[in-house]
C-alpha cells in the first residue's frame, strides 16, 4: 500500500453522512522493522469498508489527538510493544495528573487531556502487538506479521461487540 494512503484518515460514514463514532488510533515507525506493527494494522483495517470506525495511522501519540478522542464514542488504541507476549485488548482509562509530553504520551494522559479541554473522553482499550525486531527497514518478524493479523480481527471483533451495546462517555466528573 503507498505511503500516503497509510497517513490519511479513513472515516467510515452512516447512510446519514455522519461520522463514525469509533476511532483507531494505530502509532509507531513503519522504518523501524515491527515497530510499524501499528501501520501494518491500520492498513489493515482501512481495507475493510464495513468497519464503521475512523482509523488514524500517525507516527507517535500527540496532544492534537485530544479532540478527535473527545468526539468518539469508543477508541482503540494499537501499538507495538516489547512487553507484550500475546494479542490482547486491555481497558484504559484517563489518567489524572498524567502529563502530556510532546514524544511520551500515553493512551492514558491523552484520554485525560480530552476530558480536560473538552469535556468527554471516550471508552477505551489497548491492543499491543508483540514486538521484537527494531532495525533499520521495513520488514516485520515472523511473529510480528502474524500478531498484526491477529490484532486486526480482535479490533474488528470489538468494535462490532462495542458498536451493538450504549455507549458510555466519562465526563468531567470521571
Known sequence: MPMETLLTRSADRS???????SLVVCWGNPLRGD????????????????????????HQLTPELAEDLAAAERVVFVDASVEADCVKA??????AGREVQTHRATPEALLDLARRLY???????????????????????????AAVREAAALVRGLLREEASAPARKMNNDG
Not at 90 to 95: L, R
Open 15 to 21: 447512510a446519514s453522512g455522519a461520522a463514525a463514532s
Open 35 to 58: 515497530d510499524g506493527a501499528g501501520s501494518r494494522v491500520a492498513a489493515e483495517l482501512a481495507r475493510d469498508a464495513g468497519l464503521g470506525a475512523t482509523v488514524l495511522d500517525v
Open 90 to 95: 486491555t481497558p484504559v482509562q484517563a489518567a
Open 119 to 145: 469535556g468527554a473522553a471516550p471508552k477505551a482499550w489497548l491492543v499491543p502487538v508483540p514486538a521484537r525486531q527494531f532495525a533499520v527497514g521495513t520488514e516485520m518478524s515472523g511473529p510480528t506479521a
